[in-house]
């Protein structure tokens, strides 16, 4: 059963402010929407880390 997108959106955000990107890259490999994912604001995972890293 496919995870839901918020969920999925929170586990990349996670993994990427962790600095575990081998997380990242099994969920976007194992699931195509996580590609896609955006929150309220149309910002992705990827997007939202870096502003919090930066």
Not at 38 to 51: G, S
């Amino acid at each position: 059963m496919p995870k839901s997108k918020r969920r999925l959106y929170n586990d990349i955000k996670h993994a990427i402010i962790n600095a575990k990107m081998h997380i990242v890259q099994h969920i976007i490999t194992n699931d195509n929407t996580a590609i896609n994912l955006q929150n309220r604001h149309c910002e992705t995972p990827l997007h939202i880390a870096l502003n919090i890293v930066i």
